[in-house]
């Protein structure tokens, strides 16, 4: 197995070594486990080597410093206390596999532009309002996606406005225990999509309010002048 296990010495090695060193990762797999004092992912040398980031049991981390990692294409961070994906809005778009379970997130704006996200774990989170489901409407490759365990499950109009954004083709979804709920709602799926659309309001990323589509196309229009304007901005 080509990975290197940064471990709970993680901190210390970033103190001790030169600014310019950092970690030296020559595998394509970082591994961090139980560590309660690293707090991000600065300072990793060769970062492009990077294809998975594994991060479990730490406490302090956040995702920042994660823009590094030009060509991940699969992150997990466990049971961390994650609450900000704010690192993932910028992140390049051929991430494939997204775990983010047993942690505090209630934001899922930051991962609506991972269009190549073909897996998607978000059970055991803090996710109690139905329209960040929202979010997902654009992750059209998604295949697997589990939502088990959020206050959000629970809402009436969760299953309508999660057949609404999900792809039509996905092989398999959770949302009541870790098993395949797809057979619940597949006999919905066909007369969903006729309806109007859902979510009340939608904010863009400056959080000013748009008046709603419910055509998808003109959706997809206002996300791609989202991405443009944030890339504009974040050049300058």
Do not use: H
């Amino acid at each position: 197995d080509d990975s290197v296990d940064v471990g709970a010495d993680a901190t210390s090695i970033c103190q001790t070594a030169p600014p310019k060193d950092g970690f030296v990762v020559p595998f394509d797999k970082l591994t961090i486990s139980n560590d309660d004092e690293m707090k991000d992912l600065t300072g990793i040398q060769d970062a492009e080597n990077v294809a998975v980031i594994e991060a479990i049991e730490c406490q302090k981390l956040t995702l920042v410093g994660l823009s590094q990692f030009k060509n991940v294409t699969a992150i997990q961070v466990s049971f961390c206390n994650l609450q900000d994906l704010s690192p993932l809005s910028a992140f390049p778009k051929i991430l494939q596999s997204l775990n983010l379970s047993n942690n505090q997130i209630f934001d899922l704006k930051p991962i609506s532009n991972l269009v190549s996200l073909k897996e998607l774990n978000l059970s055991f989170n803090s996710l109690s309002q139905t329209d960040q489901l929202q979010n997902l409407f654009l992750l059209k490759e998604l295949k697997i996606l589990k939502l088990e365990n959020n206050p959000f499950v629970k809402n009436p109009d969760f299953v309508q406005k999660l057949l609404y954004v999900i792809n039509p083709e996905i092989d398999f979804i959770a949302f009541q225990s870790a098993q395949n709920d797809l057979k619940l709602i597949e006999m919905q799926m066909g007369t969903v999509k006729s309806q109007k659309w859902p979510f009340e309001q939608v904010k863009d990323w400056a959080d000013r309010e748009k008046a709603v589509w419910r055509d998808s196309e003109k959706r997809l229009l206002i996300e791609k002048e989202r991405v443009a304007l944030q890339e504009s901005l974040m050049q300058k």
